[in-house]
Protein backbone atom coordinates (compact mmCIF):
# COMPACT_ATOMS: atom_id res chain seq x y z
CA UNK A 1 0.00 0.00 0.00
CA UNK A 2 1.32 3.82 -1.10
CA UNK A 3 2.04 5.53 1.60
CA UNK A 4 0.98 9.27 1.79
CA UNK A 5 1.69 12.85 4.05
CA UNK A 6 -1.04 15.93 3.40
CA UNK A 7 0.49 19.45 4.54
CA UNK A 8 -2.31 21.85 4.18
CA UNK A 9 -0.83 25.26 3.61
CA UNK A 10 1.99 23.48 2.00
CA UNK A 11 3.19 25.60 -0.60
CA UNK A 12 5.31 28.73 1.45
CA UNK A 13 6.61 29.16 4.52
CA UNK A 14 7.10 26.85 7.56
CA UNK A 15 4.35 24.40 5.32
CA UNK A 16 7.18 24.36 1.90
CA UNK A 17 9.60 23.21 4.81
CA UNK A 18 7.66 20.69 6.19
CA UNK A 19 7.09 19.22 3.16
CA UNK A 20 10.56 19.07 2.02
CA UNK A 21 11.91 17.79 5.68
CA UNK A 22 9.07 15.09 5.08
CA UNK A 23 10.53 13.98 1.80
CA UNK A 24 13.76 13.71 3.33
CA UNK A 25 13.34 11.97 6.43
CA UNK A 26 10.03 9.56 5.59
CA UNK A 27 9.32 7.20 2.66
CA UNK A 28 5.80 8.59 2.32
CA UNK A 29 4.89 11.12 -0.85
CA UNK A 30 3.77 13.90 -0.17
CA UNK A 31 0.78 15.51 -0.78
CA UNK A 32 1.15 19.54 -1.28
CA UNK A 33 -2.01 21.11 -0.73
CA UNK A 34 -2.95 24.90 -1.75
CA UNK A 35 -5.61 27.27 -2.23
CA UNK A 36 -4.52 29.88 -4.90
CA UNK A 37 -0.76 30.45 -5.44
CA UNK A 38 0.06 27.30 -7.53
CA UNK A 39 3.60 28.67 -8.77
CA UNK A 40 4.79 28.49 -5.32
CA UNK A 41 3.09 24.82 -4.76
CA UNK A 42 4.81 23.82 -7.98
CA UNK A 43 8.14 25.48 -6.61
CA UNK A 44 7.74 23.40 -3.32
CA UNK A 45 7.23 20.04 -5.25
CA UNK A 46 10.93 20.52 -7.14
CA UNK A 47 12.09 21.29 -3.99
CA UNK A 48 10.54 17.88 -2.41
CA UNK A 49 12.09 15.95 -5.56
CA UNK A 50 15.21 17.69 -5.14
CA UNK A 51 15.71 16.50 -1.64
CA UNK A 52 15.11 12.86 -3.15
CA UNK A 53 10.95 12.34 -2.22
CA UNK A 54 7.77 12.06 -4.44
CA UNK A 55 5.43 14.31 -4.19
CA UNK A 56 1.82 15.49 -5.69
CA UNK A 57 -0.59 19.12 -5.81
CA UNK A 58 -3.33 18.71 -4.16
CA UNK A 59 -5.67 22.54 -4.34
CA UNK A 60 -8.12 22.46 -2.19
CA UNK A 61 -9.79 25.55 0.17
CA UNK A 62 -9.66 23.87 3.67
CA UNK A 63 -12.21 26.43 5.21
CA UNK A 64 -14.55 25.03 2.56
CA UNK A 65 -15.93 21.81 3.77
CA UNK A 66 -17.66 20.60 0.43
CA UNK A 67 -14.79 21.06 -1.07
CA UNK A 68 -12.26 19.34 0.58
CA UNK A 69 -14.61 16.14 0.50
CA UNK A 70 -15.00 16.42 -3.05
CA UNK A 71 -11.27 16.31 -3.85
CA UNK A 72 -10.26 13.88 -1.18
CA UNK A 73 -13.15 11.49 -2.95
CA UNK A 74 -11.55 11.86 -6.22
CA UNK A 75 -8.14 11.73 -4.77
CA UNK A 76 -9.02 8.40 -2.82
CA UNK A 77 -11.30 7.01 -6.38
CA UNK A 78 -8.13 7.21 -8.35
CA UNK A 79 -5.71 6.13 -5.08
CA UNK A 80 -7.39 3.10 -3.87
CA UNK A 81 -4.33 1.46 -2.94
CA UNK A 82 -3.18 4.22 -0.79
CA UNK A 83 -3.69 5.43 2.82
CA UNK A 84 -2.53 8.77 4.14
CA UNK A 85 -1.17 8.05 7.68
CA UNK A 86 0.30 11.62 8.33
CA UNK A 87 -1.87 14.98 8.12
CA UNK A 88 0.15 17.79 9.01
CA UNK A 89 -2.87 20.98 9.67
CA UNK A 90 -0.45 23.84 8.81
CA UNK A 91 -3.23 26.13 6.95
CA UNK A 92 -3.90 29.27 8.61
CA UNK A 93 -4.10 33.05 8.16
CA UNK A 94 -4.39 36.01 10.21
CA UNK A 95 -5.91 39.31 9.50
CA UNK A 96 -4.73 41.25 12.47
CA UNK A 97 -6.56 44.46 14.38
CA UNK A 98 -7.94 45.49 18.04
CA UNK A 99 -10.71 43.08 18.31
CA UNK A 100 -13.37 46.56 18.69
CA UNK A 101 -12.81 47.34 15.13
CA UNK A 102 -12.47 43.65 14.09
CA UNK A 103 -15.11 43.23 11.12
CA UNK A 104 -17.13 39.95 11.02
CA UNK A 105 -15.37 38.69 7.84
CA UNK A 106 -11.88 38.95 9.83
CA UNK A 107 -13.00 36.98 12.69
CA UNK A 108 -14.86 34.20 10.22
CA UNK A 109 -11.79 33.49 7.64
CA UNK A 110 -9.65 33.33 10.22
CA UNK A 111 -11.51 30.58 12.41
CA UNK A 112 -12.48 29.11 8.98
CA UNK A 113 -9.17 28.51 8.19
CA UNK A 114 -7.61 27.20 10.96
CA UNK A 115 -10.11 25.65 12.99
CA UNK A 116 -12.66 24.67 10.48
CA UNK A 117 -9.97 23.65 8.44
CA UNK A 118 -8.68 21.61 11.04
CA UNK A 119 -11.99 19.80 11.53
CA UNK A 120 -12.62 19.55 7.46
CA UNK A 121 -9.55 17.57 6.59
CA UNK A 122 -8.85 15.62 9.61
CA UNK A 123 -12.92 14.62 10.10
CA UNK A 124 -12.73 13.34 6.77
CA UNK A 125 -9.72 11.14 6.76
CA UNK A 126 -9.98 10.07 10.20
CA UNK A 127 -11.96 6.82 9.74
CA UNK A 128 -9.67 5.54 7.08
CA UNK A 129 -6.53 6.10 9.63
CA UNK A 130 -8.82 4.44 12.21
CA UNK A 131 -9.69 1.67 10.18
CA UNK A 132 -5.71 1.27 8.93
CA UNK A 133 -5.11 1.40 12.80
CA UNK A 134 -2.20 4.07 11.88
CA UNK A 135 -1.64 7.72 11.96
CA UNK A 136 -0.27 10.30 12.81
CA UNK A 137 -1.77 14.27 12.99
CA UNK A 138 0.32 17.25 13.84
CA UNK A 139 -1.65 20.71 14.17
CA UNK A 140 -0.02 23.73 13.62
CA UNK A 141 -1.05 26.46 16.19
CA UNK A 142 0.94 29.22 17.86
CA UNK A 143 1.87 30.98 21.10
CA UNK A 144 -0.79 33.64 20.49
CA UNK A 145 -3.45 29.99 20.81
CA UNK A 146 -1.51 29.45 24.34
CA UNK A 147 -0.98 33.26 25.83
CA UNK A 148 -2.95 35.50 23.69
CA UNK A 149 -1.85 38.23 21.48
CA UNK A 150 -3.03 41.43 22.04
CA UNK A 151 -4.47 42.56 18.24
CA UNK A 152 -4.65 38.90 17.47
CA UNK A 153 -7.90 37.97 19.23
CA UNK A 154 -9.49 36.18 16.41
CA UNK A 155 -6.37 34.07 15.44
CA UNK A 156 -5.63 33.44 19.36
CA UNK A 157 -9.17 32.59 19.25
CA UNK A 158 -8.77 29.94 16.24
CA UNK A 159 -5.26 28.26 17.34
CA UNK A 160 -6.60 27.94 21.20
CA UNK A 161 -9.57 25.71 20.04
CA UNK A 162 -6.99 23.85 17.55
CA UNK A 163 -5.12 23.32 21.03
CA UNK A 164 -8.69 21.83 22.90
CA UNK A 165 -9.37 19.84 20.27
CA UNK A 166 -5.52 18.47 19.82
CA UNK A 167 -5.97 17.44 23.33
CA UNK A 168 -9.15 15.65 23.42
CA UNK A 169 -9.04 13.88 20.33
CA UNK A 170 -5.54 12.44 21.01
CA UNK A 171 -7.52 10.60 23.47
CA UNK A 172 -10.20 8.98 21.30
CA UNK A 173 -7.84 7.76 19.22
CA UNK A 174 -4.76 6.93 20.73
CA UNK A 175 -5.98 2.95 21.03
CA UNK A 176 -5.42 2.64 17.52
CA UNK A 177 -2.36 3.56 17.19
CA UNK A 178 -3.02 7.05 15.79
CA UNK A 179 -1.03 10.12 17.70
CA UNK A 180 -2.30 13.42 17.65
CA UNK A 181 0.01 16.70 18.61
CA UNK A 182 0.37 20.52 17.97
CA UNK A 183 3.41 22.37 17.21
CA UNK A 184 3.11 25.84 18.83
CA UNK A 185 5.68 27.97 16.90
CA UNK A 186 6.91 31.69 18.08
CA UNK A 187 8.39 34.07 16.10
CA UNK A 188 9.38 32.43 12.63
CA UNK A 189 10.97 33.59 9.98
CA UNK A 190 8.35 33.59 7.12
CA UNK A 191 6.17 35.35 4.73
CA UNK A 192 3.72 35.75 8.00
CA UNK A 193 6.15 37.24 10.42
CA UNK A 194 7.95 39.30 7.40
CA UNK A 195 5.93 42.64 7.88
CA UNK A 196 7.61 42.63 11.80
CA UNK A 197 10.08 44.45 13.20
CA UNK A 198 12.74 41.54 13.73
CA UNK A 199 15.47 43.84 15.43
CA UNK A 200 12.86 45.18 18.27
CA UNK A 201 11.09 42.21 18.99
CA UNK A 202 13.69 40.04 19.37
CA UNK A 203 14.75 41.72 22.80
CA UNK A 204 11.62 39.71 23.73
CA UNK A 205 13.10 36.12 22.89
CA UNK A 206 15.59 34.58 25.50
CA UNK A 207 17.16 33.21 22.57
CA UNK A 208 17.46 36.89 21.15
CA UNK A 209 16.29 36.02 17.45
CA UNK A 210 13.74 34.61 15.41
CA UNK A 211 13.61 31.03 14.46
CA UNK A 212 13.63 29.00 11.19
CA UNK A 213 11.03 27.23 9.34
CA UNK A 214 13.48 24.62 8.81
CA UNK A 215 13.76 23.70 12.72
CA UNK A 216 9.93 23.84 12.95
CA UNK A 217 10.02 21.52 10.06
CA UNK A 218 12.23 18.91 11.92
CA UNK A 219 10.09 18.73 15.18
CA UNK A 220 7.02 18.07 12.59
CA UNK A 221 8.71 15.03 11.01
CA UNK A 222 10.01 13.41 14.38
CA UNK A 223 6.48 13.80 15.72
CA UNK A 224 5.05 12.23 12.09
CA UNK A 225 7.21 9.85 12.44
CA UNK A 226 7.23 6.28 14.45
CA UNK A 227 9.62 7.25 17.08
CA UNK A 228 7.29 9.63 18.55
CA UNK A 229 4.69 6.49 18.91
CA UNK A 230 4.30 7.32 22.22
CA UNK A 231 3.71 11.07 22.27
CA UNK A 232 0.14 12.28 22.43
CA UNK A 233 -2.08 14.97 23.16
CA UNK A 234 0.80 16.93 23.35
CA UNK A 235 1.32 20.62 22.46
CA UNK A 236 5.20 21.50 21.60
CA UNK A 237 6.15 24.86 21.85
CA UNK A 238 9.32 25.99 19.44
CA UNK A 239 9.50 29.84 20.78
CA UNK A 240 13.62 30.39 21.80
CA UNK A 241 11.76 30.13 24.80
CA UNK A 242 9.31 33.52 24.77
CA UNK A 243 6.83 31.60 26.73
CA UNK A 244 8.24 29.08 28.39
Known amino acids: MKKYALVTGGSRGIGKAVCIQ???????????????????????????????????????????????????DRWHEENKDAVIEVIVN???????????????????????????????????????????????????????????????????????????????????????NITVNAVAPGFIKSDMTSSLDEKELKKLIPANRFGEVEEVAHLVAFLASEKASYITGEIININGGIYS
Open 22 to 72: LARESDHTILINYKNNRHAAEETLEAVKNAGGKGELLPFDVSNAEDVNTTL
Open 90 to 176: NAGITKDNLFMWMPPEDWNSVVDTSLHGFFNVTRHLIQKMLVHRYGRIINMVSVSGLKGTAGQTNYSAAKGAVIGATKALAQEVAKR
